[in-house]
């Protein structure tokens, strides 16, 4: 399991409020929250963010209320994964169960910036840094959080076993 793409990179405690604001709450249809992911710190996001890019945050990523619209915008704004030096709980559980990749890195978080040109390897937890030329050593993800991911969440995932039995 592999990502790459460009470094989209905020500050700390990003809160699920700026991820997707609550005036947006009256819709669940994932489309429409990653049209607006971002929209409140950074408008242009939505414009520059290419399928498979990277976003990048300090501590407490995803902290605030536990709404799973938050990882659902994120990931539907083309985001592979997020990188971050430490991630709300919630908010780490919710981007797991809709099968978002989140690693925790601080040497990532502290020396990517936006724009670099990042892959992820997620069975070693190695991230590159292209336009760098940097790696940095995240967790690698256990099998099971990787067979979520790789199902495109939890539900899909417990579908799939249910076919198998």
Do not use: W
């Not at 520059?48 to 990048?56: L, R, T």
């Not at 990931?75 to 989140?102: E, M, P, T, W």
């Not at 099998?143 to 417990?158: A, S, V």
């Amino acid at each position: 399991m592999k990502a790459h793409g460009q470094a989209h990179k905020y500050g700390d405690n990003i809160d699920t409020d700026v991820i997707i604001p609550a005036r947006y709450l009256n819709t669940s249809d994932p489309k429409e929250l990653g049209a607006l992911c971002m929209i409140d710190i950074d408008q242009d996001f939505v414009k520059k963010v290419q399928s498979g890019d990277i976003m990048v945050g300090g501590y407490n990523f995803g902290c605030g209320s536990s709404r799973e619209h938050a990882p659902i915008a994120i990931k539907a704004s083309g985001i592979d994964c997020v990188i971050a030096k430490s991630f709300a709980r919630i908010f780490y559980r919710n981007a797991i169960n809709i099968g978002l990749a989140i690693l925790e890195c601080e040497e990532a978080s502290d020396k990517i910036e936006t724009g670099d040109e990042i892959s992820i390897d997620f069975d070693s937890g190695i991230i590159t840094n292209h336009t760098k030329n940097e790696s940095y050593q995240a967790n690698a993800f256990p099998d099971f959080i990787k067979e979520i991911i790789e199902c495109n969440g939890l539900i899909n995932k417990l579908k799939k076993e249910s076919i198998h039995e």
